[in-house]
């Protein structure tokens, strides 16, 4: 089993950065594909990113490509999300969650997670 906690949450204005931590702690988290997801007021959790055990493969979703990055750091059991260019649109609470999966961007395929951390984006 593994815990999970996030931080690096907060408010930005628009175009602005934030750097997301995930810290884990017990079961190294080398083990498990590691994701991003986020839930916006009123709407259900979606997916933001994903790296694999050995942080050489990414995914992300279409609405963050290209301004987020997602990273691990396995020695420290540690995973980040980058957020660069920050939208209003992506103000959420964001979670970090660990899959035995190889893939995946469905969180039924993410069995830890974490209890989230809040990102507003103002205009």
């Known amino acids: 089993q593994v815990q999970l906690v996030e931080s690096g949450g907060g408010l930005v204005q628009a175009g602005g950065s934030l750097r997301l931590s995930c810290a884990a702690s017990?079961?190294?988290?080398?083990?498990?594909?590691m994701g991003w997801f986020r839930q916006a007021p009123g709407e259900e959790r979606a997916f933001v990113a994903r790296i694999t055990r050995n942080g050489e493969g990414t995914y992300y979703a279409d609405s963050v490509k290209g301004r987020f990055t997602i990273s691990r750091d396995n020695a420290k059991n540690t995973v980040y999300l980058q957020m660069n260019g920050l939208k209003p649109e992506d103000t959420a609470v964001y979670y970090c969650?660990?899959?035995?999966?190889?893939?995946?961007?469905?969180?039924?395929?993410?069995?830890?997670w974490g209890q989230g951390t809040q990102v507003t984006v103002s205009s």
């Open positions: 969650a660990a899959s035995t999966y190889a893939s995946g961007s469905y969180d039924y395929q993410y069995r830890y």
């Open positions: 017990g079961r190294t988290v080398s083990i498990y594909t």
